[in-house]
């Protein structure tokens, strides 16, 4: 059973910086795409940024140009840097990874962007 698991949530100030990690259980190559979600109180799940087998990037609007998705195959993992943070990227952020038409997620991580 495909497992994900991230890491790197907490706080930061406005204007600041975080790096999310997300580990798979699986060699991350065998995955269509994997993908950083985020929902903040209140609101609907939204896309954040994802990443196919190729290797090319998707960003949400609100987050393109700050945020970078990257990943390293042989540690099985993905990352989301984020920069320039601003209140409202606070949220729970979840790490997805799809084979097919099957999803997995991760159990999300807090990201609280606070002064």
């Known amino acids: 059973q495909v497992q994900l698991v991230e890491s790197g949530g907490g706080l930061a100030q406005p204007g600041g910086s975080l790096r999310l990690s997300c580990t798979s259980s699986?060699?991350?190559?065998?995955?269509?795409?994997m993908g950083w979600y985020r929902q903040a109180s209140g609101k609907e799940r939204e896309l954040v940024a994802t990443?196919?087998?190729?290797?090319?990037?998707k960003y949400g609007d609100a987050v393109k140009g700050r945020f970078t998705m990257s990943r390293d195959g042989g540690r099985k993992m993905v990352f989301l840097q984020m920069n320039s943070l601003k209140s409202e990227d606070t949220a729970v952020y979840y790490c997805?990874?799809?084979?097919?038409?099957?999803?997995?997620w991760g159990k999300g991580t807090q990201v609280t962007v606070s002064t």
């Open positions: 997805t990874a799809r084979i097919v038409s099957r999803n997995t």
């Open positions: 699986i060699n991350i190559f065998e995955f269509n795409d």
């Open positions: 990443i196919n087998v190729g290797g090319v990037t």
